[in-house]
């Protein structure tokens, strides 16, 4: 091909490139004016996920609330913005945990119903018995209510301490008739010593149905010699430490190595102690636990499988053995993803319960031996949705968009080529020019280091670097294709929202874990939030916030926020009247009693609402931590530390420091703190 040819393709090439780019362009247009569109609650919805983690109970109605139905798909909703505001006018203060004790009650229903459901199908020729753990969520009201709510199904309590032993045994029903196996089941989990072995051994003798899992082999020993000594034929299990692992944060929980429970030899050499001491008859129940949240169906089908041989061995071996117990894992769906990922599961309930079942019913009948008691316990499933943490926005601060002040010619050279920069900014370049803004703003950094910068000169150089930077975002949202030198963007341009609100103690994995829990405005959801931030958090802790979201793939940095009203635009404005409140969601398992007292902000008030004929009611009042209360925890006497200010003032009134009046008012202002809440009060 001669050079003009060549010359001719090439324009050509280059007409096509442009053509197409206009075309492009057209196209992009055209998206513009279809986001330009106005907002709907819709948009709401698919933005947070709130169907993914929702359903059924979370959704949002026409005002743009988002709206709480308790009992499911059953019963009455109620909108949770009123709830929250009618609460604040009780003058229970935010943060707030608000638990719809329906949730639990449609939770237990739940799972019995998907194991019955199950049951049928694979016409399995026995019942499933849950069991809850109680380290999931130890507060009495709860407690109490999943032993009222699941009564109809015997739903019994799992222990793993000897603290939860002593709930168990206080909290647990006692049958009518123990003799007709009606009673719930008390499953005795952890490391035991000799008393809590005695302990749950006499529960037998106040109607409870205590069944005394081995985790250690001394344990057995122990067990034989207490069930002699008070003439009690004890119900025992074995915990096994099985080698299929699981995947995911808990995956260590599980595997030879593990932490709990026993190897196949210690259980073999269970047996034989118990075959020695003419007790083998009391080995009942097999158990095991993977591990919390399994992501992954495989993980469950894996771990039945290996169990259900281990539990047709143990009946060659001539134990009566009457119970399968699966232990935890039951996973909740944080992201509403509905896949492997580790805050979500690619399975749902009914999956679960089919897969067990069949399983079960599968190795029991090739081996022609009694199908057992399937018993499991389930303890994030049926707690996590109940708990939601509502919490309000106390300011927020933005990255500067615009630079103020219009350039002068006497500006620093620095400076003016910063604003150059600035001006020269668009669709061709602007990945170019992010890259010189940041090397001038790095040069002026140095600069300023060696003294030749004053500091409103470096002020000028930030804040038209942080003006470059928004002006290239909205350049970069418009793009079908993200370089990846400004993947970072978004987090640098991130606002901050500060919430009144300690990460540590009321989303503790957050922090530690980096779980992720679903987090939205519970308001205002007609409007398009067009902010994008992080949360930071009360305490003067840099780990103290929150700046990792839900996404339906991964997990991205920042969350789509409303712009602050204008009084809670003025950093810590608590007494704002248009309040901004953010809604964190399914925190009702594991939270609570991780949380510590970082900053000494304490617990939260809780309140517990009921839904009934007429609405709903507040069930019980928690009120939260006072300041007094979470000094005690660290040995303080809230009577001793006013006496001290007392002394001083007194002394600063004879010295002549303070006035009469500054003195009654530091004394007043000091002892009225001791009695409030750790957070921030607001005046609504
Ligand atoms: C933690 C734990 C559970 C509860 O697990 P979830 O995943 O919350 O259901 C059950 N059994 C044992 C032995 C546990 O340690």
Known sequence: MGGQAKAKLAQESENLKIALQENLREIAKSDQQEIATEWTIEDSEHLYRIKGWGEPYFSINTVGHVTVSPEGDRGGSLDLYELVESLRRRNIGLPLLIRFSDILADRIERLNACFAKAIARYNYPNVYRGVYPIKCNQHRHIVESLVRYGKPFQFGLEAGSKPELMIALATLEPAENPQNNQSPLLICNGYKDREYIETALLATRIGLKPIIVIEQLKEVDIAIEISRQFGIKPILGVRAKLSSKGIGRWGNSSGERAKFGLTIPEILAVVHRLQASEMLDCLQLLHYHVGSQISSITVVKDAIREAAQIYGELVNLGASMQYLDVGGGLGVDYDGSKTNFYVSKNYNMQNYANDIVAEVQEACAERNIAAPVLISESGRAITAHHSVLIFDVLGSSEVPRTPSLPGTEKEHLIVRNIRETYNLINEENYQ????????????????????????????????????????????????????????????????????????????????????????????RLTEEPTQKGILADLTCDSDGKIDKFIDLKDVKDVLELHPLKAEQSSSNNVDSKDPYYLGMFLVGAYQEIMGNLHNLFGDTNVVHIKMNPKGHQIEYLVKGDTITEVLGYVQYNGEDLLETIRHRTEQALQDNRITLEEAQLLLQDYERSLRRYTYLVDSH
């Open 432 to 523: 170019e020019t992010f890259h010189d803004a940041m090397q001038f703003k790095e040069e002026a950094i140095s600069l300023f280091n060696f003294g030749y910068l004053s500091l409103k000169e470096r002020a000028k150089v930030e804040e038209i670097y942080w003006a470059c930077c928004g002006k290239i975002s909205e350049i970069v949202k418009k793009q079908d294709y993200v370089p990846d030198d400004l993947e970072d963007l978004e987090k640098i341009m991130a606002s901050i929202y500060y919430v009144n609100l300690s990460v540590f103690q009321s989303a503790a994995d957050a922090w530690a874990i980096d779980q992720l829990f679903p987090i939205m405005p519970i308001h």
